[in-house]
């Protein structure tokens, strides 16, 4: 059965860093587009990052571009998202989901694009 469990999230004062983990399971993830998605308090779920099965390709939402980044280890089944110089607009809950189609873009934007997901980490920036 195909999983993705996210860890990584906590608290972070403004200007800090968290590095967010997915760890998947039950499928091969080479073969796999995969997302990180959050939600904010109040908000619709956006698309933060996406990155292609080989990972040379990837896309960022706009408020994220320069302080986010994602990458992944097949090798390990994990996917990472590096966040950098946080801010309070940041705190959400984070998710990661997997498809199998290859359009990186359509992953991150459209609705219902993602096939799979794992259940969140909550990521709080808050002083």
């Known amino acids: 059965q195909l999983q993705l469990v996210e860890s990584g999230g906590g608290l972070v004062q403004p200007g800090g860093s968290l590095r967010l983990s997915c760890v998947v399971s039950?499928?091969?993830?080479?073969?796999?587009?995969i997302g990180w998605f959050r939600r904010a308090p109040g908000k619709e779920r956006e698309g933060v990052s996406c990155?292609?099965?080989?990972?040379?390709?990837?896309y960022y939402t706009d408020s994220v571009k320069g302080r986010f980044t994602i990458s992944r280890d097949n090798a390990k089944n994990t996917v990472y998202l590096q966040m950098n110089s946080l801010k309070p607009e940041d705190t959400a809950d984070y998710y990661c989901?997997?498809?199998?189609?290859?359009?990186?873009?359509?992953?991150?934007?459209?609705?219902?694009?993602?096939?799979?997901w794992g259940k969140g980490t909550l990521v709080t920036v808050s002083s």
């Open positions: 989901a997997a498809d199998r189609r290859r359009d990186v873009q359509a992953m991150c934007v459209m609705p219902g694009f993602q096939s799979s």
């Open positions: 039950g499928f091969t993830l080479d073969y796999y587009t």
């Open positions: 990155i292609s099965s080989s990972g040379g390709s990837t």
